[in-house]
């Protein structure tokens, strides 16, 4: 084992554990906002990870550049679908406004 | 590595397969939504560690589609109005 490798599979499993985190704060918290929290939480820090751990496996330079602009994507859609969300939940409850 | 690999993608299957509580027991649309949302993220997740276990490296275009897309939900569940479903 080359500390390269093990390096990447620590990150692995800590971003596996960040999924696991949200996966459970989505399920277990009690109100809507502290769930998007759990939500983000697990979106921009687990997978995060996940990219930063499979970077050594990359067989070229682009493949690697696609992995962080994959990551790149979900973090700005994860942090717009958020203030959406709760922008919505902050105008009125549950069903359609307006 | 490759077993590694596999059992992270496995933790995030059923992290997916976990999430579907939270659609199932809603109880607003908006937390249906997040779990959707949260289940999208988890299937990038899986399609980017299963791209270097099967050696198919046209996977990750398919986690690019994924990633966009998922934009394109929230934002349309979002801007719905009350005129959409007939009055």
């Given at each position: 084992?080359?500390?390269?490798?093990?390096?990447s599979?620590?990150?692995?499993?800590v971003?596996?554990f960040?999924?696991?985190?949200?996966?459970?704060?989505?399920?277990r918290?009690?109100?809507?906002?502290?769930?998007l929290?759990?939500?983000?939480?697990?979106?921009n820090?687990?997978?995060?990870?996940?990219?930063l751990?499979?970077?050594?496996?990359?067989?070229?330079?682009?493949?690697?550049?696609?992995?962080?602009?994959?990551?790149?994507?979900?973090?700005?859609?994860?942090?717009?679908?958020?203030?959406?969300?709760?922008k919505?939940?902050l105008?009125?409850?549950?069903?359609?406004?307006? | 590595m490759?077993?590694?690999?596999?059992?992270?993608?496995?933790?995030?299957?059923?992290?997916i397969?976990?999430?579907?509580?939270?659609?199932?027991?809603?109880?607003?649309p908006?937390?249906?939504m997040?779990?959707?949302q949260?289940?999208?993220?988890?299937?990038?997740?899986?399609?980017?560690?299963?791209?270097p276990v099967?050696?198919?490296?046209?996977?990750?275009?398919?986690?690019?589609?994924?990633?966009l897309?998922?934009?394109?939900?929230?934002?349309?569940?979002?801007r719905?109005?009350?005129?959409?479903?007939?009055?």
């Amino acid at each position: 084992m080359d500390p390269i490798q093990l390096v990447s599979g620590a990150s692995l499993m800590v971003g596996a554990f960040f999924f696991v985190a949200g996966t459970v704060g989505l399920i277990r918290l009690p109100d809507r906002f502290s769930r998007l929290h759990a939500l983000t939480k697990a979106d921009n820090v687990g997978l995060g990870l996940v990219v930063l751990g499979l970077m050594p496996l990359a067989p070229d330079l682009f493949y690697g550049v696609k992995l962080v602009l994959v990551w790149l994507l979900v973090v700005i859609a994860g942090a717009t679908g958020a203030h959406l969300i709760a922008k919505r939940a902050l105008r009125g409850d549950g069903e359609d406004v307006l | 590595m490759s077993a590694l690999l596999l059992i992270v993608a496995l933790v995030l299957m059923a992290g997916i397969a976990a999430g579907l509580i939270r659609v199932a027991v809603g109880p607003t649309p908006s937390d249906r939504m997040m779990a959707a949302q949260l289940m999208g993220t988890s299937g990038i997740g899986v399609i980017l560690l299963l791209a270097p276990v099967l050696a198919v490296p046209a996977l990750i275009d398919v986690a690019l589609i994924f990633s966009l897309l998922a934009a394109v939900a929230v934002t349309a569940f979002t801007r719905r109005r009350r005129a959409d479903n007939g009055d």
